[in-house]
């Protein structure tokens, strides 16, 4: 008997096999230039193969008109064939097809969640007639042997449809509306301006770029109001101090000034000493959110490298499966066990240590589960490899956040001395930590200062050496950065742990925002604007959440997938109707910011190699060339540069290179058939 | 017919001599003067408003366009 498994991604079918495979290793072959895993058992050859993430894509119907829209007529295609440059994805296909005929059961091995789901079903589907009905399905969160071969053990009987319906329909609405949002302003560019810039917006897209626009335009028209604040020295024991007054600010100057008269140069008295001691609990276990949020915080990754980072750490079977909205630790694994195996680890030998001694392990867990995987959590395995800078810190700040949540609640003790002066009140505050807890687990990640005050006692005097009322303004929100833009779509509810950071990418990547502290860019602030006057609805939050909501229950069983696309196209034909007959108002709207917006914009998704910073192409002011810059060069820091070539319009594309991994770029010149090439290769060779 | 912003030559709005995000500035400005002439107990004049709006970093890029036009008008 025969079973073929198919994996999302290549590492996890060398885990898989390596699993299933009791006696000595599995066997490596090449079928049609795809490796494949032969794993022998009693009675039954497994053969593993790894897809290479979706081979199978939403298309037009028919020919493919580029520049009609609306379009309303789709199929699934495989991905070969309705891209460029996907030779790696047809021999894969073609292979899984052929092993197909042979096997006798099929199992889907990939990430168990919606993109995992669809992946395997539409391979299957497509394999052999009847192979999605068959198949069963495994389910794990990490890639180590044991929980791989529990899964094998224990496969669910058939595919989770409910999760391959939730990701069709998303895929499909998706798509719907990108593809014809796009065009919509795209076409109405070109006609208007006769030149060619590609345009984009989609369902998840435009509400996104909204907060950024909205929050532009709060910066932009800000005006600020004055207040004032008490700033007061003291003297209490020959120590200099400062004092808070129990009024925070002042809207009035006179109020402040006169404050300031009556204490300035006066003596108090201690009236009053309040000491209090607090618990402070320890951390949730990390969902995908929280741990971008640490990445961002400690080590300034951005969510889509933090995210790289950790599917790169699940790959290695080194942590649980990042992309999950728990915050919990599934009660299944044993904790003793596992922090005995980080304690081999001399980076955690001490820590580990001391949670072993603890008699009840019980994690300190949140309110937010999801019903595929549970929070994020280290496996215990030691790392096979060197891991990079940035791997160690993303697996450093997991591990010890791990063991934080085991840890006792710390205690910070308060102190607040009210100091009594001509009828007002100041106060000196101090705090200091008395048990560390867990903090003690998550260092060098958890702070707290402490602040400490001289002993004082009721009647103490207290000299104000100096009391002034110092003008502020009022100041305006502060700029988005990716961390916190991220963390507004997930408060909208607006798109999936999986695509959040993406989108933000494709953002930048289109020029619409940029920089660390995100800026919306003309072009940005242009797109929202003709949006919002002509289909406002694409624009609205609450109308993408609705959607968000109605993919949801699909993914619960309680939702038909066609009723949800129906109702998609429903709300977006009007849509596109307004789009049409505003064409040449919107193009006329829209070429004059794209002529303005010059191609250093561009921006890739890859990080440089040498500093990690972000990648741009760049047109040298001099010999007016364009090329890749790493944008550390403005800093001083990294001279990073790329060749590209200079003739033909140049388009960044969503893919990256099978050998090197870099961002793919196409040059398309009239006449000539379009350059598909990876300028990292191009400059190696 | 259209009229054209003040400040920056894009078409007003309705009942404004101003485009949308000048106007928004502008509405800003002038609810603000008012919280400054509390603050500074009625001392304080408009154009020594606008001109330290116009000193200030938190002030916005609109809402300095609009306070520079301001000024320039008073002065005309």
């Known amino acids: ?685 | 017919m259209q009229s054209i912003c003040r400040v920056c030559s894009d078409i007003t709005v309705e009942g404004s001599q101003f485009c949308k995000v000048h106007d928004r500035a502008y509405v800003q400005l002038e609810a603000a003067f008012g919280k400054w002439q509390v603050a500074y107990s009625s001392e304080v004049t408009k154009r020594a408003f606008l001109e330290r709006l116009l000193q200030l970093p938190e002030t916005g890029q609109r809402a300095r366009e609009v306070a520079g036009f301001l000024l320039e008008k008073a002065s005309q």
């Not at chain 1, 998840?204 to 909205?214: C, I, P």
């Not at chain 1, 008490?230 to 100057?253: N, P, R, S, W």
């Not at chain 1, 002066?421 to 990640?445: E, M, Q």
């Open chain 1, 1 to 685: 008997m025969t079973t073929l498994i198919i994996t999302e991604k290549p590492d996890a079918a060398l885990h898989v096999a390596e699993a299933l495979q009791y006696e000595g290793e599995p066997r490596k072959f090449s079928f049609k230039g795809v490796p494949v895993y032969e794993v022998k058992r009693t009675v039954e050859r497994i053969l593993v193969c790894s897809a290479l993430g979706h081979l199978y894509k939403v298309d037009q119907a028919g020919i493919s008109q580029r520049r009609q829209y609306p379009v309303w007529e789709y199929v699934w295609k495989p991905i070969h064939l309705a891209e460029h440059g996907r030779e790696r994805q047809r021999r894969c296909l073609n292979a899984i097809a052929e092993m197909a005929k042979e096997a006798d059961a099929f199992v889907n091995a990939c990430d168990f969640d919606v993109e995992g789901s669809l992946i395997g079903y539409m391979i299957l589907k497509h394999a052999r007639a009847g192979a999605d009905v068959t198949a069963k399905r495994m389910k794990f969160s990490t890639l180590t042997p044991e929980e791989l071969r529990r899964a094998y053990d224990h496969m669910l009987p058939q595919l989770d449809f409910p999760l391959v319906n939730a990701g069709l329909c998303r895929h499909e609405v998706d798509w719907l509306y990108g593809i014809n949002l796009s065009r919509a302003l795209t076409e109405s560019a070109r006609k208007s301006s006769g030149g060619y810039a590609t345009l984009s917006t989609g369902r998840v897209q435009g509400a996104t770029l909204r907060f950024v626009v909205e929050r532009e335009q709060e910066i932009e028209t800000f005006v600020p109001v004055p207040r004032w604040e008490i700033q007061a020295t003291v003297d209490v024991d020959g120590e200099t101090l400062h004092a808070e007054l129990e009024v925070e600010k002042f809207d009035i100057k006179a109020e402040a000034e006169k404050v300031a008269a009556v204490s300035d140069g006066k003596e108090g008295s201690v009236e009053d000493i309040k000491s209090q001691t607090s618990h402070v609990a320890p951390p949730f276990p990390f969902d995908l959110s929280s741990l971008q949020a640490e990445a961002y915080r400690h080590f300034r990754m951005v969510p889509r490298q933090s995210l790289g980072v950790a599917e790169r750490l699940y790959l290695d079977a080194l942590i649980s499966y990042p992309r999950t909205s728990s915050q919990k630790l599934p009660p299944s694994i044993d904790y003793r066990e596992l922090l005995q195996r980080l304690s081999k680890n001399p980076n955690y030998e001490r820590q580990a240590a001391a949670l072993l001694d603890i008699r009840d392990l019980h994690p300190n867990e949140g309110k937010n589960a999801d019903p595929a995987h549970p929070a994020v959590y280290p496996t215990g395995a030691l790392p096979k490899r060197s891991l990079e800078p940035r791997e160690f810190k993303v697996y450093d700040l997991i591990v010890k956040r791990f063991m934080a949540t085991f840890g006792h609640p710390a205690a910070r003790e308060t102190i607040k001395a009210t100091i009594s002066v001509n009828g007002l009140r100041f106060y000196l505050r101090g705090s200091r930590i008395t048990a560390a807890g867990w903090i003690d687990f998550y260092k060098p990640y958890a702070r707290f200062e402490d602040v400490t005050i001289p002993p004082v006692s009721k009647g103490t005097r207290v000299k104000f050496l100096s009391v002034k009322a110092v003008e502020k303004f009022s100041q305006p929100s502060p700029r988005y950065n990716q961390s916190s833009l991220l963390r507004e779509m997930e408060t909208n509810e607006i798109g999936t742990k999986a695509t959040r950071a993406e989108i933000i990418e494709t953002l930048f990547r289109r020029a619409y925002i940029k920089g660390n502290r995100i800026e919306a860019t003309p072009l940005g602030i242009q797109i929202v604007s003709v949006l919002e006057k002509y289909c406002a609805r694409v624009l609205d939050v609450g109308f993408t959440r609705e959607l968000e909501t109605m993919m949801d229950t699909i993914e619960l069983g309680k939702e038909k997938k066609q009723r949800v696309v129906d109702e998609a196209i429903r709300h977006l034909k009007p849509v596109m109707d307004e789009l049409k007959a505003h064409e040449q108002e919107i193009g006329e709207e829209l070429s004059s910011t794209i002529k303005q917006t010059p191609t250093t914009e561009l921006a890739l998704s890859v990080a440089c190699p040498k500093c990690g910073r972000r990648l741009h192409v760049v047109r040298s002011r001099k010999s007016g060339k364009r090329f890749i810059g790493c944008i550390g060069k403005w800093e001083g820091v990294c001279s990073f540069t790329l060749p590209l070539p200079q003739l033909g319009t140049l388009t960044l594309l969503d893919q990256t290179c099978s050998k090197c991994g870099f961002q793919l770029v196409k040059v398309a010149s009239k006449g000539r058939r379009p350059l598909v090439t990876c300028p990292m290769c191009y400059i190696k060779n």
